[in-house]
């Protein structure tokens, strides 16, 4: 089963990467006649997604209705569905702080 992207076709406007309006215009990309392209969600305007990676939408949207004005969330937009607390993390970040030779040196006499 294929996924369903958010495609522009020509006359459409969509955020370039300045922040300003881009309008979607019929060229030729390596040899081929292009008349739309694929949106990502910078592109959309929505928060969140990534820029380069064609936005997916959901099955339900019917085929050739405009984009909804913010990016699709799963469970209808509730991140964290459980109203318990999330456990405290025992993870080590991945980059600690470097210490400085004051806090070396102290570490090395105490040990």
Known sequence: KGSRLVVAPIGSTVLGSNGEGMSIT???????????????????????GTGGIAARMEDSLPLGSPPPLNKPRPNGGVVNASS?????????GLFEKKLTKEEKKALAKTK
């Open 84 to 92: 318990e607390e999330l456990p405290e993390s025992t993870v080590e």
């Open 26 to 48: 019929k060229t030729t990309v390596a040899g081929h006649i292009s008349e739309g392209m694929f949106c990502d969600s910078k592109m959309l305007g929505w928060d969140g």
